[in-house]
Nanobody, 124 residues
Framework: QVQLVESGGGLVQPGGSLRLSCAAS????????MGWYRQTPGKERALVAA???????GYADSVKGRFTISRDNNKNAVYLQMHRLEPEDTAIYYC??????????????????WGQGTQVTVSS
């Protein structure tokens, strides 16, 4: 069974930056688009960034131009570099295979079991 472990969250001031990392125990990276999701209380988990096996990326409008997703298939890892963070970015961030629509492109990977996520809090 694949295990996903997210890290790198924390408390940051508005305008600051964070880099999230995700490591997977199984070899799912070579065949799946990967994604970062976020969830706030009372709302559904939403895909905010995705990267295909060929490293093509897609982003939600709310993070486009501020977040960058990348992957390292050799390390079974996916990253989310976040700049110019806003209070609205406060959420628990999760990685998983990409499933959802970004920029008109549908990512249809089957989801793995969710990890614990990593909390990102943007506050002064």
């Amino acid at each position: 069974q694949v295990q996903l472990v997210e890290s790198g969250g924390g408390l940051v001031q508005p305008g600051g930056s964070l880099r999230l990392s995700c490591a997977a125990s199984g070899n799912i990276f070579s065949v799946n688009a990967m994604g970062w999701y976020r969830q706030t209380p009372g709302k559904e988990r939403a895909l905010v960034a995705a990267v295909t096996v060929g490293a093509t990326t897609g982003y939600a409008d709310s993070v486009k131009g501020r977040f960058t997703i990348s992957r390292d298939n050799n390390k079974n890892a996916v990253y989310l570099q976040m700049h110019r963070l806003e209070p609205e970015d406060t959420a628990i961030y999760y990685c998983n295979t990409a499933r959802g629509t970004l920029g008109g492109i549908y990512y249809g990977s089957a989801l793995e079991t969710w990890g614990q996520g990593t909390q990102v809090t943007v506050s002064s």
